[in-house]
């Protein structure tokens, strides 16, 4: 029997005090159209690639939107790791 294959993606954690909720839908609008899926919890943005495995890129990428188009500065995103917990 073999194992699961791995699910790569990473987790934005938005800034104390930031609107989580706001931050994910900006998110969700900005990503769409790049086969980037959002998913989580309430208090932390699970990002993951449809049908393949999120990348270093796609993470520099959301950091970039964070930074520069959603002014989320504060917030913080995990290194890329395995998701199939």
């Known amino acids: 029997m ?3 294959c ?3 993606g990473f987790v934005v ?5 930031e609107d989580a909720a ?6 969700t609008e900005r ?3 790049t086969g980037l899926e959002i998913g989580g919890t309430a208090s932390e943005i ?3 690639r449809e049908g ?13 939107v964070l930074d520069d188009e959603l002014n989320a500065v504060g917030a913080t995103v995990s290194d890329l790791v395995d998701l199939t917990y």
């Open 2 to 4: 073999s194992a699961p």
């Open 6 to 8: 791995p699910r790569f």
């Open 13 to 17: 954690y938005p800034a104390p005090g």
């Open 22 to 27: 706001a931050v994910r839908r900006k998110l």
């Open 31 to 33: 990503l769409a159209v």
């Open 46 to 48: 699970v990002i993951t």
């Open 52 to 64: 393949s495995q999120a990348t270093e890129n796609d993470r520099q990428q959301v950091i970039a």
